[in-house]
Structure formats: structure tokens, C-alpha cells
């Protein structure tokens, strides 16, 4: 188990992802705001229209910063321009890469929270990464009745930071379910979690033998922030990166 990497340094100039590694890059939406007019040319002109679609001026700016970084990170690793990627879409929105990229076996996961964005990618495993800003949760019982299993309450009752227990909890349920791209569409309370002594998978839909199949870590990167990362199978070497 060589998974953690505790900085945030500035990438290589050519990072090379070797099979046994998982890639993340974290980028800070209003650090990156003056470069939305260069950012939006390198979307497809779905995706411009998907940034224009977005109510609030931030929305738009935060899809068009995060879809444009996760271009151009990709395109680092396939060395070809980033407006030349090409994405499709699984049955519940997950995107990976189209045509002829697909065979490269190169998968990501994208999350935004907040200012924050994190991009994880890897080579043949699936995976999924969620963030969450940290806030009040007044009615968080409330949401571990909907989303956490009996084991987990008990384990919420009792902590001394239920909010963030809550959170963490939440982050490696959400990380795991865009893992399999199913997103929030699977009931969240069929995900059990052990939070201590380790992050653990316990049960997928009442499976335990499922679960053994995935790694969760829980990421630090502010304390404003939560952030955890699914991946499919064991010993991987995690390497993070800000820009
Ligand atoms: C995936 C999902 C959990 C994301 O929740 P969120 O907290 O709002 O957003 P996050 O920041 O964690 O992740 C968003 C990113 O995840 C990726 N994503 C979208 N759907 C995904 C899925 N099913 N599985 C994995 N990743 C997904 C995209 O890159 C997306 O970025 P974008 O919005 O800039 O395109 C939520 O949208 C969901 O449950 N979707 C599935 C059900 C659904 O509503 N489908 C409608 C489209 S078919």
C-alpha cells in the first residue's frame, strides 16, 4: 500500500504516468478567473454552450475553468492539443474519452467544489473522485438517515464533529459511485464505509466481496475542504499536483 503523497507541488513539465500510479491536480477556480477568455476557446462548442447555459456568472466560469484544465492535463499525458479531445458520455453523464483516445486506456474523474477542482487520472482502473466545501450542516441527522448505513450513525452519534464525519462519509460515498459512474443514482445508505482504524470499502448492495475490489483515501489539501478518491484494486502511488 504506496498510496499517499501528502504535497501539493508544481507538476513536471511532462508528466509521464506510469501504470501503477494515480495522478491528481488540484486548481483553484479564482486563481484562474482572468484566464476564462483563453480557457473558453479550447471548450468544443458544446461545452461553450453548456458554460452559457449556467445562470450565475461563477457557474460559468467554473465549468469553463475546470472542463479546460481537465483538457489540458489530458492532453498532456496523449500530446495532442487539448481542443482536440473528444469526450463521450456513460448512461449516467460520466465522460471519458471518445473514439480512438479510448483505447488508450486513460481514465479520469473531475469534481468542483467551491473554488476548488480536482482532476484524478489513471491508467486502465476506473476511478472517482469527489470535494466538498465544508459548511454547516444544521440538519445532519436528518441526511444520515437518508444517506448513511446503521453502522454508520452509530459511528456519527458518536463522534465528537459530526458534520465532519458527515462529510468524509459523504466524499468516499460520492468518490466510489462516480468510480462506477452511477453517480447519486444508487442509494447512498447500501455504501458502507469504515471510516477507522483505515478508510475502508465494508459493503457494496449488501457485498462485501465487492467491496474488497476498491481503495478509498480521504485527500488534504485546505481545511475548508473535504475530498476523498475511489480507486478500482490495491497499490497504487498517488501524486499531487496544483496548478
Ligand atoms: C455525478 C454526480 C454525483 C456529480 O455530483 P456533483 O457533486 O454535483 O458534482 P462533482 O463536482 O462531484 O462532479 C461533477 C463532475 O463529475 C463528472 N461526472 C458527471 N456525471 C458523472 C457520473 N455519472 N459518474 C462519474 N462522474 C460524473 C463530470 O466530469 C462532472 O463535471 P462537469 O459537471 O463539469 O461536467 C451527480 O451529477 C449525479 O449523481 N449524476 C448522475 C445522475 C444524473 O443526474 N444524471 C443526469 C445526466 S444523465
Given amino acids: 500500500m504506496m498510496r499517499h503523497s501528502t504535497s501539493w507541488g508544481s507538476p513536471p513539465l511532462r508528466p509521464v504516468l506510469e501504470k ?24 468544443s462548442t458544446d461545452e461553450q454552450a453548456r458554460a452559457d447555459r ?3 456568472e461563477r457557474d460559468r466560469h467554473r465549468f469553463t475553468i475546470s472542463r479546460a484544465r481537465l483538457r489540458q492535463i489530458l492532453s ?3 500530446d495532442i492539443p487539448a481542443e482536440h479531445l473528444q469526450f463521450c458520455y456513460g448512461t449516467y453523464g460520466k465522460p471519458s474519452l471518445a473514439g ?5 486506456g486513460l481514465q479520469f474523474n473531475l469534481a468542483h467544489s467551491g473554488e ?7 491508467c486502465d482502473r ?7 466545501q465544508v459548511r454547516p450542516l444544521p440538519k445532519v441527522q436528518q441526511l444520515a438517515e437518508r444517506c448513511l448505513s446503521a453502522q454508520e450513525k452509530i459511528h456519527l452519534t458518536a463522534s465528537s464533529c ?15 459511485l462516480k468510480a462506477i459512474g452511477s453517480g447519486l443514482t444508487q442509494p447512498m445508505d447500501q455504501i458502507e464505509f469504515a471510516l477507522t482504524p483505515t478508510i475502508q470499502l465494508m459493503k457494496v448492495l449488501g457485498s462485501s466481496e465487492a467491496a474488497k475490489l476498491w481503495s478509498l483515501q480521504l485527500l488534504n489539501f485546505s481545511p475548508d475542504y473535504k475530498a476523498a ?15
Avoid at 476506473?126 to 466538498?132: A, F, L, M, P, Y
Wanted: glycine share 2%.
Fill in 76 to 78: 498532456q499525458y496523449l
Fill in 162 to 176: 459530526p458534520e465532519e464525519t458527515f462529510f468524509a462519509y459523504w466524499t468516499c460515498k460520492e468518490a466510489y
Fill in 54 to 56: 449556467f445562470y450565475f
Fill in 20 to 43: 501503477q500510479q494515480v495522478h491528481l491536480w488540484l486548481t483553484w477556480v479564482d486563481q484562474a478567473i482572468a484566464q476564462v477568455p483563453q480557457l473558453r476557446q479550447i471548450l
Fill in 229 to 243: 478518491l475511489a480507486v478500482e484494486g490495491q497499490d497504487y502511488q498517488l501524486m499531487c499536483w496544483q496548478v
Fill in 126 to 132: 476506473h476511478i472517482g473522485v469527489d470535494v466538498e
Fill in 116 to 122: 476548488a477542482v480536482l482532476c484524478a487520472v489513471t
Fill in 100 to 104: 480512438s483516445l479510448a483505447n488508450t
